[in-house]
């Protein structure tokens, strides 16, 4: 499958199967995050693989509905800025947006797989270094589920690229 097609088809999963994913597609959904471009080349993002069934509880303290602990495993994209590329003008810190970017392969990854996940950032950060052990200076950027969907996609609502998109300027 295309790029092109590959994005019409990724949407955000809120029912899953309990199927396990086979530990040859998570390989290689890691192995696109570890491909994915980051400032520098600094891989300043760390990922933790989460196996759901012994983890529930703990799992609804970091992001309560009941459709993020249904998949066999949730993924947790970390930054790490320490590790990361820091622009000299201004100090601006890249661990976030390399984190983003990490996500955003990870998704379409798992979408190429036959997988669906969806992105969270509505979790309780606190809650999340508790239940993962997140040191303070690394900071949890998203979540996912991944596993095999029990839904279908819905139409997607996007605005139109002439609202989106500036030529020349602002």
């Known amino acids: 499958m295309d790029l092109r097609e590959l994005v019409k088809k990724r949407y955000s999963v809120r029912a899953y199967k309990s199927d396990p994913v086979e530990d040859e597609k998570l390989a290689r959904i890691l ?58 003008a201004d100090g601006w ?11 955003s392969h990870i998704v379409l990854a798992a979408a190429e797989e036959g997988l669906g996940t969806c992105w969270i950032a509505a979790f309780d950060p606190k809650a999340a270094r508790e239940v ?22 819905t139409p997607k609502k996007r605005l ?4 989106i998109v500036r030529r020349d300027r602002w």
């Open 31 to 88: 192995e696109a995050a570890r491909l994915a471009p980051t400032a520098a080349n600094r891989q300043a993002f760390r990922i933790i693989v989460i196996r759901t069934p012994e983890r529930k509880t703990d799992l609804q303290r970091i992001y309560g509905r009941d459709w993020f602990v249904e998949a066999p495993l949730v993924l947790c994209v970390c930054a790490v800025p320490s590790e990361a590329w820091v622009r000299k």
């Open 93 to 103: 810190n890249a661990a976030e947006v390399d984190a983003t970017i990490v996500m």
């Open 132 to 153: 993962l052990g997140i040191p303070p200076e690394v900071i949890p950027s998203a979540f996912t589920p991944l596993g095999y969907a029990a839904d279908s996609a």
């Open 160 to 163: 139109p690229l002439t609202d």
